[in-house]
């Protein structure tokens, strides 16, 4: 018995939905994901003329250190991070802990094969306290140019 499809736009919908959710939970299907975690921490004291804790920021290579500051200041970072791969990818910048919030920190960018950027990360404390956390880059890797597509989706 041979049957015609009624409505093929059901069809093609279900299609579509499906694939939408493989990209939400299994993104290795169209891309090569490369993470790199860095952690980060800040010590934020009560500050007068006469305090003889030095204030100062930190050079660590290996984490994100704001160093020794007063409330309702601010301090930046930067990272430094270069596209080596042949095709376009996409960076997502998740931060946790309890430093999070006072973190400004861009959602994600995109970078070309070859491109560089320098992100800016900003902390601006309101209370004193020690912050900790981490902030994890993932970078999504088209596997082939059709998946770049599904960039909108990550």
């Given at each position: 018995?041979?049957?015609?499809?009624?409505?093929?736009?059901?069809?093609i919908?279900?299609?579509?939905a499906?694939?939408?959710?493989?990209?939400?939970?299994?993104?290795q299907?169209?891309f090569?994901?490369?993470t790199?975690?860095?952690?980060?921490?800040?010590?934020?004291?009560n500050?007068?003329?006469?305090?003889?804790?030095p204030?100062?920021?930190?050079?660590?290579?290996?984490?994100?250190?704001?160093?020794?500051?007063?409330?309702s200041?601010?301090s930046?970072?930067?990272?430094e991070?270069?596209?080596?791969?042949i095709?376009e990818?996409?960076?997502v910048?998740?931060?946790?802990?309890?430093?999070?919030?006072?973190?400004?920190a861009?959602?994600?960018?995109?970078?070309?094969?070859?491109?560089?950027?320098k992100?800016n990360?900003?902390?601006?404390?309101?209370t004193?306290?020690?912050?900790?956390g981490k902030i994890?880059?993932?970078s999504?890797i088209p596997?082939?140019?059709a998946s770049?597509?599904?960039?909108?989706?990550?």
């Open positions: 018995m041979n049957k015609k499809f009624k409505n093929p736009t059901i069809y919908g279900a299609i579509l499906l694939s939408i959710l493989i990209v939400f939970t299994n993104p299907i169209f090569n994901q490369e790199i975690t860095y952690p980060i921490k800040a010590e934020v004291i500050y007068t003329n006469s305090t003889a804790t204030i100062g920021v930190s050079g660590d290579s290996d984490a994100v250190n704001f160093g020794r500051l007063p409330p200041s601010n930046t970072k930067f990272l991070f270069k596209n080596n791969n095709v990818a996409k960076t910048f998740e931060i946790e802990g309890n430093i999070s919030p006072f973190i400004t861009p959602k994600d960018i995109m970078l070309k094969p070859g491109d560089e950027a992100i990360l900003k902390f601006h404390p309101e004193v306290g020690n912050y900790t994890t880059l993932k999504y596997l082939c140019s770049s597509w599904f960039f909108g989706l990550i």
